[in-house]
């Protein structure tokens, strides 16, 4: 080839280009084109695999054109199913009312620290909420044992001569849940608290309120939609919940997930599994939709995005107003009560409530503490507190070759599942803040939907429609389920970050004659880019932690690290659980403050470029 040839082919090449360019930011320029190609991946995923596996377990559970409702019917006069089905709404309101009061004080105490001491009490909240279920649930199983630490303190300051039963009884299954549930309800209250002006309770005491009455007067009906928000989704997780009760709990103490499974996998009665899959998701609906007589349901994923809707609650000011005209003389016998009972700890600049948050944090960080130091016991067994320090099941866990193999096809389906979350899920989030259409907010919420169906329907759902189109088994099959489970919480963080951005920057750069994909290249992304990373870690760690989905979908595959957990759980319990738990424990503490790092890194150079 000549050097002529060659430079008319460059210039070929480089008009082709050019010609490509213009083509895609014609059809960019195009609103509803633009749109589907923004939204046409969630689209896909959320009607392929969440609408059509749902559809298909409600057209089983009547058994298809025969359109019985036998199955149903069975479930509801069967005394047993009738009796899980009680038990399960029971434990889903204590744990939900518990995990509220519990972390209330905790939520109202962040909103008044400075950063740096709020940035340090988050990381020791955040620890435990990433950390993985199983092994909070594994930790629980040593300390209520018979030879765990309650036990043996008991023994030892002699207040009992035996130990006593708490595994296996409905009070490891609340103390587990709890456990679980806590760091939740401090961050989704938290997340609207923040928001409150305590001007305003400051205000009131200055006109003669007392304390108390400030409080209970101004500021707690204000933060109210924030605790409606966390018991609803406690509640919702709660009713579907399945490692805990399972693990912790005993044979009275069956939860209607444990029912699901167990038809599913050991009965093999596929049609009262789809129908008591089906019950538990017309439960959740119910919840829902009593809720949102009160709230915007959008609010309960996320209170950055509450906006989205300019509805206001319709029932929630007459229950409110009517509840204050009935309840008054009750409410103020009980401020002076409360006034006499808090007076003496008020007067000392509120230390009690840090004394609280301190034993918050204790009871949330202890169980994970316990696995640490039983990772390096001399002993062959569990037994709390060690007899002497060895490294000898760190050695042990090196030389584990099936624990390395799950370890590592957890990373790889963990880091496939969080590129694809990511991709959709800021995509969704664009579409989603982006649109004028009038419906916006039915979309953020069926944006949200894998959030609101019980993980356990997902998962059969997803099982039966894998298997008709060939999926089941397979590594994609099993991605698309961890997707389905992550892009809800990519969305969330995103359209928060895009509600908050700038389109003038955008604009300024359109006007000097950069193109769209240059904007998004060159101006969008990197100023998303610490929500982008956040987002992709949560995914990430949703990915990882998952357990149900994997049971369902893994097929012949290796092991994940969940799945190799609850194997070795439910059949043999060592030292070896421990090491393989610190060492999780170390990633997902190494994560956190990676990402508090790059939060605090962002948040410093954005105040830098301000200033200037």
Do not use: C
């Not at 569990?382 to 000898?392: I, M, R, W």
């Amino acid at each position: 080839m000549t050097l002529l040839d060659a430079r008319r082919a460059a210039a070929y090449t480089v008009e082709r280009v050019a010609k490509r360019h213009d083509y895609m930011n014609r059809l960019l320029a195009n609103h509803w084109i633009r749109g589907a190609i923004v939204a046409g991946p969630l689209i896909i995923l959320l009607v392929g695999f969440l609408l059509i596996p749902l559809s298909i377990i409600v057209w089983g559970s009547i058994e298809g054109t025969k359109l019985t409702f036998a199955h149903y019917a069975g479930i509801v006069s069967d005394e047993l199913n009738l009796k899980i089905l009680l038990y399960t709404l029971r434990i889903g309101l204590i744990v939900t009312v518990l995990s509220l009061a519990a972390g209330y004080p905790v939520a109202y105490l962040l909103t008044q620290i400075r950063s740096r001491a709020l940035s340090t009490v988050t990381v020791f909240i955040l620890i435990p909420l990433f950390t993985a279920f199983l092994i909070r649930t594994y930790a629980w199983i040593i300390i209520l044992g018979r030879q765990g630490p309650i036990n043996n303190s008991l023994i030892w300051l002699g207040l009992i001569r035996e130990p006593l039963p708490l595994l296996n009884t409905t009070f490891a299954v609340v103390i587990g849940m709890v456990h679980v549930f806590i760091p939740m309800a401090i961050f989704t209250m938290y997340s609207s608290m923040v928001r409150i002006n305590h001007d305003f309770a400051r205000a009131a005491q200055i006109l003669g309120a007392r304390p108390v009455q400030a409080f209970l007067r101004v500021y707690f009906p204000m933060s109210l939609p924030g605790v409606f928000s966390a018991g609803i989704l406690i509640f919702i997780v709660a009713i579907g919940f399945y490692i805990t009760p399972a693990l912790l709990g005993g044979p009275s103490d069956t939860m209607i997930s444990q029912l699901i499974v167990t038809q599913m996998t050991t009965l093999l009665n596929f049609e009262l599994s789809y129908a008591s899959s089906i019950l538990l998701l017309l439960v959740t609906i119910g919840i829902l939709f009593l809720a949102s007589l009160f709230i915007p349901l959008e609010m309960i994923w996320s209170s950055a995005t509450a906006e989205l809707s300019n509805r206001k609650p319709r029932a929630k000011s007459r229950l409110v107003s009517g509840a204050k005209r009935t309840l008054n003389p009750v409410l103020s016998a009980i401020e002076t009560l409360v006034h006499a009972a808090t007076k003496p700890l008020l007067t000392h600049k509120s230390r009690w409530l840090w004394a609280y948050t301190i034993g918050v944090i204790v009871f949330l960080t202890a169980p994970l503490i316990v696995v640490v130091l039983l990772s390096f016991s001399s002993s062959q067994f569990v037994v709390f507190p060690p007899p002497g320090l060895s490294l000898q099941w760190w050695v042990k866990l090196a030389n584990a070759t099936d624990w390395h193999a799950a370890f590592l096809f957890s990373m790889k389906l963990g880091i496939t599942a969080a590129a694809f979350a990511t991709l959709i899920g800021t995509m969704g989030a664009f579409w989603l803040v982006r649109t004028t259409l009038p419906i916006k907010r039915a979309l953020f919420l069926f944006s949200l939907a894998p959030l609101m169906v019980p993980v356990v329907i997902i998962a059969t759902s997803l099982y039966v429609f894998e298997a008709h189109v060939h999926l089941l088994g397979s590594f994609a099959g099993l991605v698309i389920g961890h997707v389905l489970l992550s892009v809800p919480y990519v969305i969330v963080i995103m359209a928060a970050a895009l509600r908050g951005f700038d389109q003038s920057l955008e604009k300024a750069a359109a006007i000097h004659g950069a193109r769209p994909l240059q904007v998004l290249r060159l101006v969008t992304l990197p100023i998303l880019k610490p929500a982008l990373l956040t987002a992709g870690l949560l995914a990430f760690l949703t990915s990882f932690d998952e357990l149900l989905v994997a049971i369902f979908l893994i097929g012949r595959q290796t092991p994940t690290l969940p799945i190799k957990f609850w194997g070795d759980i439910k059949y043999q319990i060592d030292p070896l659980l421990s090491t393989a738990s610190t060492f999780i424990v170390l990633l997902v503490t190494v994560a956190i403050l990676l990402a508090q790092w790059i939060r605090v890194r962002h948040e410093k150079r954005t105040s830098a470029s301000v200033s200037e």
